[in-house]
């Protein structure tokens, strides 16, 4: 482990409370991270130094939130190795920027009997957009499904991606199991066929190195609040030919070229995807994400989750109640972990849980089809994060065996 | 705090309902039906009600869900069967009430029965949807249009 | 003025500041407000103490989170006296609000043949969603005209309004002219012919009392940003019966009742429109700004607007060299003036104006077909917030004087 | 610091373009047009070109815009006429290369003549938009498919 870990603690005032009268373990990380103090900091030198619209505006304050922007903008491409800024747009979030491909690209290139191809883990946001492009166009939705193991099911991706495939959509990392997809083996078979792959980066940004141009994904979609920047800002990343060539998502403010009464043309890529007013606080808040986790560096990230679901993860596998989706394998896994325990539902477990100072969340995580897959309508979930530590690890297991024991007796 | 205060909410009769559940299963025939989510968290309740003269003759639920829900299901349903609609219905907005922090009358409450002791939920405000779940079902059966569709479906 | 100034700008610390060696003057806030410091207090004890992913959580942080931002919803509810909190949807913007209503409520309601009237006043979020959707469905796209004084014109707004209308879209204020429009009696005329109305509330909410149920319009969106809250957060009101019957919006987390692989069904509203993680620490702020506004008390606000251009506008119509656009009598005008120097482009202006500190915006502000009905292609806009003093009034007169002599000898 | 910094922008050569804008107009016929459109302000710049063994014979604008783009609009085309394409085509370049902060050598820099005064406008940043509009105009013009439809049109 390459960072200090008090230090990094201490960035993050909100995991020294205590909750319930317990010390607080925040296992939620896969719904929400926090935001270290530097992001905070960021919002507050933005608002209350630089505030103001951006781009339109002549005077200086314009000017320097136009700067802080769109250097915003600039990290965030130099994080995720696009090729040019222009390529990433800021959107409300991932569901927004999912949203936004399939409306603009899917409903211009998808017709009646083509194929779009997801899978089987994909969260809501990756799947109900496509679903529904599918059934306004008459057009077949196709889920590549798991092995054995929990494991995105390649040999079926081969089978199912064909020349009638127009879109592949999957998830970079599940939210549910951990896995982690081979997204640029998707993106050679996608475009052997001629398809667009578009990734949901959600789980994978600010946990794992990511670079879109070796991955060669078409569009990349993930949100700000999950790699510790704010809330109502996330990103579209997408090639610019093919964002050139789409038609605009949403129409007001700033996205024109020019406007009649009767037709307007559109400005040039972002912004003819930004339309009003955007969260520039939003963005500039991101940046400082982006600085916080290269600060740490992100290959010491990665191997510092994995450090703890090494820990976590044969402890809980080898409580006899106790049974974990997705692969057994700390090496295959994010730091997502989902699991039940028998004869009890994850949501009096997560309550119980949480009376023990330990945050995890249960239910069926926007992920309902996968559920339906594995067997059971909701399971409980524990995700880590780089400032997590070996005494959260502790405390989950010691508060999922006093669980156990206290449904057992019926009553303390 | 650890795991004492669970004891408020997961008192005796609320788990031997959870794992003994009253009236689960299904009625050959029901006058009204009614499915609901909760979308939060996935719990489902399938209610069939069985009215004639005004009164719930019978009751049954099917469905799936976490203690609370089950137990409020079965609690529930233990406490209308028998009861006029309009019984029913006062039962089913007093629980609602108590579930957001309204105050009802001792003999409101009472008329609960067993299902009085759920009313503890409010000082778990995440899973009070997993205890109101079927008396909102309960109510949507009752005045449901019968050409309605179910909802959620 | 029943608020003590000194008292409101010692909340706006960012007012106090030098730029190019000068005192502020913040006359920008047209395009954005400034935020106070109760609401980016608000926004850092959210992310310190409470934050965490909203709704689905079992956990205490996310069930604070949740209590939060459902709080934030009855503030707002409360603010634009709507008659449920279900009625008020979060969005990112107005811009997003606005083309939420064009693209759901429109695309299921608009066809062939039907006609949407809007005003040629409209903002361009509030003209191209209307203009593109009227393209797509072969309806006819008809405009609102002005009177000589720069009002609209409720005569042609008479004419325009027929059986075949059925959506009418009018700013509540104009970003340009600063008139405010009888949203009210549009509701009537609208509703006569069976249209439902949707006002633009952008310049209108925190600047003025607005009561939706009084208007009786059916949708009214407005920014978070523009009423002295965060960035990436604004509002669509909707009539409940309307929104329950509208298809959503977007797809994904959050907003579902039941997902199978080919088909899924929704959730009742708002959250039916709110897929994917929404802005929480946003709304808590913006239900920040509405406590602060209240605090001050909306007829306050308004009066002290009303008194900055009671003072303003009639120095600045003396100017022989000034051209005002909009109603010249401060009774009928918000805090929003447009004007132009004769022979001078408003670019060379603002920039001038910049280097005397007072900062204001030179351009077509979204609006061009009103632009190419005033017969210009850009004017300047100094726009005032109850914050701004007397101070900055002389500050704008003084530096508009002064650059007029600048360009006048062509150089100093 | 009041306007005496605006001294630096609004040059006195910078006004007389400004004023007396040269090559203005529309010329007969046209090899090569453009319009863009600074859709930040609505500046407009409409280049015609004629171009024949690779020089630029003849070049005209009309536009509207503030007094920075059309004294740029001035300045470039009387920078360019009569230069071939290539030279014309790399003095562009300097000048949106010089715009964005990048150096160049002086001996490029003379190339641009009047023009290189308004490499001034670095210090207004909001402004460079409108400097470097006629310039690119010219590069879109020069460089563009005869099939392509004019932007922003
Ligand atoms: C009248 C009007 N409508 C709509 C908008 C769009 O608001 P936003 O850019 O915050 O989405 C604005 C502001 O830019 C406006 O002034
Ligand atoms: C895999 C995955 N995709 C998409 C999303 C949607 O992200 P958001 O809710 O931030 O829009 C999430 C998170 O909820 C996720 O885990």
């Given at each position: 482990m390459a960072f200090n870990i008090n230090d990094v603690l201490s960035d993050f005032p909100i995991l020294s409370q205590r909750v319930n009268d317990e010390r607080l373990a925040y296992l939620d990380n896969a719904a929400t991270a926090q935001r270290p103090r530097q992001v905070l900091a960021a919002l507050q030198d933005f608002y209350i130094h630089d505030n103001a619209n951006v781009h339109r505006g002549v005077h200086t304050l314009a000017e320097r939130a136009t700067e802080d922007y769109e250097g915003a903008r600039v990290k965030v491409q130099h994080f995720i190795n696009a090729r040019s800024s222009a390529e990433v747009i800021f959107t409300k979030g991932c569901t927004d920027a999912l949203n936004l491909v399939a409306a603009s690209y899917g409903e211009a290139n998808i017709q009646a009997g083509d194929e779009i191809v997801i899978s089987i883990m994909e969260h809501h946001s990756n799947l109900i957009p496509w679903q529904q492009l599918a059934r306004r166009k008459h057009a077949t939705l196709k889920y590549i499904g798991l092995t054995a193991q929990g494991q995105l099911d390649m040999a079926a991706a081969r089978r199912q991606i064909t020349d009638r495939t127009k879109i592949v959509a999957v998830t970079h990392a599940s939210n549910v199991l951990g896995?982690?997809?081979?997204?640029?083996?998707?993106?050679?078979?996608?475009?052997?066929?001629?398809?667009?792959?578009?990734?949901?980066?959600?789980?994978?940004?600010?946990?794992?190195?990511?670079?879109?141009?070796?991955?060669?994904?078409?569009?990349?979609?993930?949100?700000?609040?999950?790699?510790?920047?704010?809330?109502?800002?996330?990103?579209?990343?997408?090639k610019a030919a093919l964002l050139r060539a789409m038609p605009?998502?949403?129409?007001?403010?700033?996205?024109?070229?020019?406007?009649?009464?009767?037709?307007?043309?559109?400005?040039?890529?972002?912004?003819?995807?930004?339309?009003?007013?955007?969260?520039?606080?939003?963005?500039?808040?991101?940046?400082?994400?982006?600085?916080?986790?290269?600060?740490?560096?992100?290959?010491n990230i990665q191997a510092r989750e994995r450090e703890l679901v090494t820990a976590v993860l044969p402890r809980l596998t080898a409580l006899p109640y106790v049974t974990v989706y997705g692969p057994q394998d700390p090496r295959q896994h994010t730091g997502v972990l989902a699991f039940n325990l028998a004869h009890l539902h994850p949501h009096d477990v997560a309550t119980a849980l949480d009376m023990e100072g330990v945050a995890i969340r249960a239910g069926h995580h926007c992920a309902q089809p996968l559920m339906e897959k594995l067997g059971v309508t909701a399971t409980a979930r524990a995700s880590f994060a780089f400032y997590n530590t070996r005494e959260d690890t502790d405390q989950l297991i010691r508060a999922i065996k006093e669980t156990k024991e206290f449904f057992n007796r019926g009553t303390i | 705090m650890g795991l004492s205060k669970l004891n408020g909410l997961y008192r005796e009769v609320i788990l031997d309902h959870a794992s003994h559940p009253h009236n689960k299963g299904k009625l050959p025939t029901a006058t009204n039906t009614m499915t609901l989510h909760n979308p939060t968290c996935g719990d489902t309740i399938n209610l069939q009600v069985n009215v004639a003269d005004h009164r719930i003759k019978d009751i049954a639920f099917t469905g799936e869900g976490c203690t609370i829900s089950q137990a409020s299901a079965s609690m529930m349903t233990a406490a209308v069967k028998g009861k006029t609609t309009t019984a029913a219905l006062a039962m089913a907005k007093?629980?609602?009430?108590?579930?957001?922090?309204?105050?009802?009358?001792?003999?409101?409450?009472?008329?609960?029965?067993?299902?009085?002791?759920?009313?503890?939920?409010?000082?778990?405000?995440?899973?009070?949807?997993?205890?109101?779940l079927a008396w909102w079902a309960l109510q949507r059966a009752l005045l449901k249009d019968s050409d309605e569709e179910d909802d959620n479906e």
């Amino acid at each position: 482990m390459a960072f200090n870990i008090n230090d990094v603690l201490s960035d993050f005032p909100i995991l020294s409370q205590r909750v319930n009268d317990e010390r607080l373990a925040y296992l939620d990380n896969a719904a929400t991270a926090q935001r270290p103090r530097q992001v905070l900091a960021a919002l507050q030198d933005f608002y209350i130094h630089d505030n103001a619209n951006v781009h339109r505006g002549v005077h200086t304050l314009a000017e320097r939130a136009t700067e802080d922007y769109e250097g915003a903008r600039v990290k965030v491409q130099h994080f995720i190795n696009a090729r040019s800024s222009a390529e990433v747009i800021f959107t409300k979030g991932c569901t927004d920027a999912l949203n936004l491909v399939a409306a603009s690209y899917g409903e211009a290139n998808i017709q009646a009997g083509d194929e779009i191809v997801i899978s089987i883990m994909e969260h809501h946001s990756n799947l109900i957009p496509w679903q529904q492009l599918a059934r306004r166009k008459h057009a077949t939705l196709k889920y590549i499904g798991l092995t054995a193991q929990g494991q995105l099911d390649m040999a079926a991706a081969r089978r199912q991606i064909t020349d009638r495939t127009k879109i592949v959509a999957v998830t970079h990392a599940s939210n549910v199991l951990g896995t982690v997809n081979p997204l640029k083996e998707l993106a050679v078979l996608a475009h052997q066929h001629k398809a667009v792959i578009v990734g949901d980066g959600a789980q994978a940004v600010g946990h794992m190195p990511v670079d879109v141009q070796d991955l060669d994904v078409d569009f990349y979609a993930f949100s700000g609040h999950k790699m510790m920047g704010p809330m109502g800002i996330g990103v579209l990343y997408g090639k610019a030919a093919l964002l050139r060539a789409m038609p605009p998502y949403q129409y007001g403010g700033e996205m024109i070229g020019d406007v009649h009464r009767d037709d307007s043309t559109w400005a040039d890529i972002p912004f003819k995807f930004e339309a009003g007013t955007q969260n520039v606080a939003g963005a500039v808040g991101l940046g400082a994400a982006v600085d916080y986790l290269q600060g740490l560096g992100m290959d010491n990230i990665q191997a510092r989750e994995r450090e703890l679901v090494t820990a976590v993860l044969p402890r809980l596998t080898a409580l006899p109640y106790v049974t974990v989706y997705g692969p057994q394998d700390p090496r295959q896994h994010t730091g997502v972990l989902a699991f039940n325990l028998a004869h009890l539902h994850p949501h009096d477990v997560a309550t119980a849980l949480d009376m023990e100072g330990v945050a995890i969340r249960a239910g069926h995580h926007c992920a309902q089809p996968l559920m339906e897959k594995l067997g059971v309508t909701a399971t409980a979930r524990a995700s880590f994060a780089f400032y997590n530590t070996r005494e959260d690890t502790d405390q989950l297991i010691r508060a999922i065996k006093e669980t156990k024991e206290f449904f057992n007796r019926g009553t303390i | 705090m650890g795991l004492s205060k669970l004891n408020g909410l997961y008192r005796e009769v609320i788990l031997d309902h959870a794992s003994h559940p009253h009236n689960k299963g299904k009625l050959p025939t029901a006058t009204n039906t009614m499915t609901l989510h909760n979308p939060t968290c996935g719990d489902t309740i399938n209610l069939q009600v069985n009215v004639a003269d005004h009164r719930i003759k019978d009751i049954a639920f099917t469905g799936e869900g976490c203690t609370i829900s089950q137990a409020s299901a079965s609690m529930m349903t233990a406490a209308v069967k028998g009861k006029t609609t309009t019984a029913a219905l006062a039962m089913a907005k007093t629980f609602s009430d108590m579930a957001i922090g309204q105050q009802h009358s001792r003999s409101d409450l009472d008329q609960l029965g067993d299902a009085q002791v759920l009313t503890s939920i409010m000082e778990f405000p995440a899973r009070i949807k997993c205890a109101t779940l079927a008396w909102w079902a309960l109510q949507r059966a009752l005045l449901k249009d019968s050409d309605e569709e179910d909802d959620n479906e």
